[in-house]
């Protein structure tokens, strides 16, 4: 039995892929996740359209967070993207398939769900980032009011 249907029988669906080979499972009818092999094929890819940024200050202030959420050193759940001609702040994450079991998998969908949510939640009401999760780092050289490369 291979990952994909493994994983569909922890889940209790059935994983199809579609022309494309990706795997696409909607959770709780709002969050999204595309799961395919990477090129290499040594890596399985998650992927989520989290939520549409409409032009303006939000967006920039959501990106803003989105890139200090990729580098807290204690978040390793995918990195927060942006794909401009979708308008859409994203998830994405690489999982490498060597000696990878059902069940880890299955741990590391949950996890990239969890954070998926919390983030669509969170701008879904209005914020610029989810406050109940350490997302942001405490000290970042912005708070400390230092300068990067002199900007």
Not at 2 to 9: H, K, N, T
Not at 137 to 144: E, I, N, R, V, Y
Request: hydrophobic letters at 40%; proline letters at 3%; aromatic letters at 6%.
């Amino acid at each position: 039995m291979d990952l994909m249907s493994a994983l569909g029988e922890l889940l209790d669906t059935e994983l199809i892929p579609d022309l494309n080979e990706v795997v696409t499972i909607m959770i709780n009818e709002k969050i999204k996740v595309n799961i395919e092999l990477g090129a290499t094929e040594e890596k399985i890819l998650l992927g989520s359209f989290i939520v549409e940024l409409p032009p303006g200050r939000f967006r920039e202030e959501v990106l803003k967070f989105g890139l200090l959420a990729n580098h807290a050193s204690d978040i390793n759940i995918g990195s927060l993207s942006y794909i401009s001609n979708h308008n859409c702040l994203v998830l994405l994450q690489e999982i490498l398939l060597h000696g990878l079991k059902v069940e880890d998998l299955y741990n590391h969908l949950l996890l990239f769900v969890n954070r998926a949510q919390a983030w669509q939640n969170a701008i879904n009401s209005g914020k610029t980032h989810p406050e109940e999760r350490n997302e942001i780092p405490k000290k970042h050289s912005a708070t400390q009011g230092g300068k990067i490369f002199g900007f």
